[in-house]
């Protein structure tokens, strides 16, 4: 049997900590518990070793700060002047610790080699910084560490200035603890490295930071208390895991809150408050790491004015932002005595102020942080008290709602100042939306209603009324504020999840959005949206998606197919509908409305839909043609509507029967629904008697049905028909153009004939013998000369831009009308 | 064991789904992806400036079934995804070696269930 070494030895009572106290509850006083076992076991090694003279262990970086985490590496510095008996020590001393399975880093140096691995390694410096002699020649470990910490105290700025440096790589290779929903805990901005670069700075002025003017009391107990928490976070991960992973992972956080004691809140899942809750310890230790190296740096430039009230104390931080200065500690410290009621009343000298920091892109965020971690932010902005630190549990956000917030308001400030020269776009869009203010605020707000109970964006909406209001942001202002919240996801939703290929789609989003400048603000919230969510979010994909429908949508504005005015038209045209049909169940009505398209409703006089509404209300039957007549708009005309089971060449036979019946066409609109029901209006007069009887719709109906049975030919009997009546005395010519430019969907062909029985049936069947739909006809006869105008699209529902096709259709339609 | 691809429009990719959930599909992964067949790049004009689009996107949906499983997964996806409409995508079948289930590892047929 072989007696447990002091390594063994070591192992069990590490073990038995462990189980002393329950996981989530190894904070500051255990982890120097477990350093002080570490020593003693050190000790005992080395007297084991025979305590040769000429050498001393040192106990460095967490080992050193007596903040020992129970999976991390114990950090062992040998000093000595003999390296025979340096050599002897480590031999003794590492080898029953590895077979102890402690991971253990260790230097062997002189006194003098010290300073040199100082003068060379930051992190060397830094870890003898924290250095305490354990055993051995307590003189010589002395003449080591007094040589490095004086090194640092020779020049405390320019030691600041590393540190800052070395601060700064950090954050940009591991992000930052304050905000970062999986937070590197060690080497993130805000995590315990920073805790620990207190102790550094302590070590270069020679004095505890709070004893040496360096930082105030309250912010030397803010770091502690926040030490004390993320080393009893980093030792849960620790112990969870077994490894010396220091990444707080989406999987880790449930069982890390449980362990640490965090429970379910109906507002905040247990991992959300972990989460909340490292993160406002970690912007602790960013704020009063960060203000420690400044003030010892020093080379803050005063404020021109200093911060009283409201306004001033953004109005200085709006200077040093724009100056691209750090605020110096006289001016933070004069910001925090400043009068600032909660809530701030705002004025306009305060709301100028807001927003030149808002403009002022990183520097300005840079400052509304240290207004957050002051603890003014949410004086200025109420509502921001319930997005502050809140995580986002998505597959898309990595930051919490309010560091979200301030970085799309940022990334919009960068766009505004200087346009992505490739995204045609964007600069139009900057073009068009003239409220800068409303685009950066709108950008701040577009996610605060975050706060936890499901539908952020309806409840965002009211939250940025009221916040807008209470800013005394002006109406128009306040408006666009408030809609680019209640819209922010319009334009990715649609565009990545809807047929971009719809007409009434792009229809509904033009009515939704009604300007060119608020689809401007709506693109620009989206790209710097997505640009802030994270490195993947505004992908090609994404962009030419969102792009396309931008596109789209601003054409139907260019040609006044929607806009403002149409769109309430449109509404209140529906919504008249709606009341003519009060009689009928609300179901069907709604069935009716989303039924046909939106042009129908905006063509079609409300008294009129109420009744098509009737009448296709019931299933229309394949060979099924139902009509209704009213009196037209002009004396002696008829309003005609013809419903029948859509297919190719309907219209056609449509205006044959009615020829036939000696009805003359003044107007043609043909509608589909949605499930492939024709509703074709029809202006129409009588060809040769005033009054049009029911005996003759009748035979009208009668004609058309054998006509879609395939009974008859309309061809021939319209030609017949013809044949008695003469042809025009001057016969004009036909003209014939096409259009791509009128409309998104269709490709218009204009027609211009001699008037004749049987010429939109002619026009129309020549369109079907070629498969192309007519959307929209637009029939007019002045004098004897007809001029129609047809909204086609080909078989596949496009317009038609194939040449060879365009010069088919008009060699087929003078072939026909020239014959 | 097969591989299904498919290349899909964008806004189709929800239906799809639920037609493969209809019949019974366990799994799938799906990708955004971006190219172009017939249906190619273009030059875009925004208000007077023009812009490249290279190439249209699309999502890639990847499912790897059972040999008897794939007429009827090819039937859903391309029903779900049809509109008519040029650039409704394209899907293709392969062989596939060898299939594990990481966490288990289980290997074949036995990977693919549940």
Not at chain 1, 168 to 175: M, S
Not at chain 1, 190 to 206: C, K, P, Q
Not at chain 1, 729 to 758: K, M, Q
Request: with cysteine; net charge negative.
């Amino acid at each position: 049997m072989t007696v447990a070494g002091p390594a063994e030895t070591l192992r069990d009572e590490l073990s038995a900590l462990e189980r002393a106290y329950a996981l989530g509850h190894h904070g500051r006083s255990v982890a120097e518990r477990r350093a002080d076992l570490v020593d003693a076991c050190i000790r005992a090694l080395f007297s084991d070793a025979g305590a040769p003279e000429g050498v001393a262990l040192v106990a460095t970086g967490g080992y050193g700060r007596r903040a020992q985490l129970p999976a991390s590496d114990v950090d062992l510095l040998i000093v000595h002047d003999d390296e025979r008996a340096a050599a002897s020590v480590a031999d003794a001393l590492l080898y029953p610790l590895w077979d102890a399975a402690f991971v253990v880093g260790h230097a062997v140096r002189t006194p003098e080699a010290c300073r040199a691995a100082a003068a060379e390694h930051l992190d060397a410096w830094t870890a003898m910084l924290d250095g305490r002699p354990v055993a051995g020649d307590a003189s010589l470990a002395d003449r080591a560490l007094a040589a490095v910490r004086a090194a640092a105290r020779s020049d405390a700025p320019g030691f600041a200035r590393r540190i800052r440096e070395a601060a700064k790589v950090r954050r940009d290779r591991y992000g930052s603890c304050a905000h970062l929903l999986e937070p590197d805990l060690k080497e993130g901005s805000g995590g315990l490295r920073d805790v620990a670069s207190l102790g550094w700075l302590s070590a270069a002025i020679g004095a505890d930071l709070a004893m040496g003017g360096v930082l105030r009391a309250r912010e030397r107990e803010a770091a502690d208390a926040a030490e004390d928490f993320l080393i009893r976070v980093r030792s849960g991960v620790q112990l969870l895991t077994g490894k010396r992973d220091a990444r707080l992972i989406a999987e880790l956080q449930p069982d890390v809150a449980r362990e640490v004691g965090f429970v379910d809140e109906p507002d905040l899942p247990a991992p959300d408050a972990l989460m909340r809750a490292i993160f406002l310890y970690a912007r602790d230790v960013e704020h009063v790491a960060w203000l420690a190296v400044e003030r010892i740096v020093g080379d803050a430039t005063p404020p021109s004015y200093p911060p009283r009230d409201t306004a001033s104390v953004l109005a200085s931080l709006a200077e040093a932002a724009e100056a691209g200065r750090v605020p110096s500690p006289s001016l933070l410290d004069a910001v925090e005595a400043a009068d600032v009621p909660e809530p701030v009343r705002w004025d306009g000298a305060t709301r100028v102020a807001f927003l030149r920091l808002l403009r002022a892109g990183d520097a300005g965020a840079a400052m509304l942080d240290v207004l957050d971690r002051i603890g003014l932010l949410g004086r200025y902005l109420p509502a921001w008290s319930a997005v502050r630190c809140r995580p986002q549990r998505d597959p898309y956000h990595r930051s919490t709602v309010d560091a979200h917030l301030v970085t799309t308001a940022r990334r919009l400030a960068e766009m505004l100042a200087q346009g992505d020269p490739d995204d045609p776009v964007e600069a139009a869009a900057i073009a068009d939306v003239d409220r800068s203010d409303a685009l950066l605020l709108g950008a701040l707000l577009h996610d605060i209603g975050k706060v936890g109970v499901g539908g952020h964006v309806e409840l965002g909406a009211a939250i940025a009324r009221e916040t807008v209001e209470a800013m005394g942001v002006g109406a128009p202002d306040a408006d666009l504020v408030v809609f680019m919240v209640a819209e922010h996801l319009l334009l990715p939703d649609t565009a990545t999840r809807r047929d971009l290929s719809d007409e009434d789609l792009l229809l509904d989003v033009a009515a939704r959005v009604g300007t060119p400048a608020r689809l401007g603000a709506l693109y620009l919230l989206a790209k710097a949206d997505a640009d802030a969510t994270g490195p993947a979010a505004w992908t090609p994909w994404r962009a030419t998606l969102i792009r396309e429908l931008v596109a789209k949508v601003q054409r139907i504005f260019d040609r006044g197919q929607m806009g403002e005015e149409l769109a309430a038209q449109l509404a209140d045209r529906t919504e008249r509908v709606r009341e003519l049909l009060r009689d009928q169940p609300e179901r069907d009505v709604d069935r009716f409305v989303l039924r046909m398209p939106r042009g129908y409703f905006l063509a079609t006089d409300p008294a009129r839909a109420a009744d098509h509404a009737r009448l296709i209300a019931a299933p229309v039957g394949a060979n099924e043609v139902r009509t209704a007549a009213v009196a037209g708009s002009r004396t002696e005309t008829y309003e005609v509507v013809v419903v029948a089971a859509d297919r190719p060449g309907l219209l056609s036979w449509i205006a044959g029967a009615l020829a036939l019946e000696g009805v003359s066409i003044l107007s043609a609109q043909a509608f589909t629904t949605d499930d492939g029901v024709a509703l074709d209006v029809f202006e129409v007069e009588g060809a040769f008697e005033p009054e049009i009887t029911e005996r003759r719709w009748r035979a009208f109906r009668a004609t058309l049905r054998r006509t879609i049975e395939g009974s008859i030919s309309l061809e021939r009997r319209v030609d017949d028909k013809r044949r008695y009546y003469a042809a025009p005395r001057l016969p004009a010519p036909v003209t014939i153009r096409d259009h791509n430019d009128v409309s998104e969907f269709s490709t218009v062909i204009e027609v211009g004939a001699p008037d004749r029985i049987g010429l939109l049936f002619d026009i129309t069947r020549t369109f079907a013998d070629l498969h192309l739909d007519v959307h929209l006809a637009k029939v007019a006869t002045f004098d004897g000369r007809v001029v129609d105008s047809f909204y086609v699209r080909d078989g596949l529902g496009r317009k038609i831009v194939d040449t060879d096709l365009l010069a088919e259709i008009d060699a087929s339609l003078r072939a026909r009308l020239e014959s | 064991m097969k591989l299904v691809t498919a290349i899909v429009k964008p806004h189709r990719i929800d239906d799809v789904k639920d037609a493969l959930r209809e019949i019974g599909v366990g799994g799938l992964t799906t990708t955004d992806v971006e190219g172009f067949g017939r249906q190619r790049g273009h030059t875009e004009v925004y208000r007077g400036a023009e812009y490249q689009v290279d190439f249209v996107p699309k999502v890639k949906v990847e499912i790897v079934v059972e040999d008897d499983d794939v007429d009827g997964i090819v039937d859903a996806i391309a029903k779900a995804a049809r509109t008519g409409k040029i650039g409704d995508g394209k899907l293709w079948v392969s062989d596939v070696d060898r299939v594990m289930r990481i966490r288990t590892g289980e290997m074949g047929p036995d990977a693919l269930s549940g």
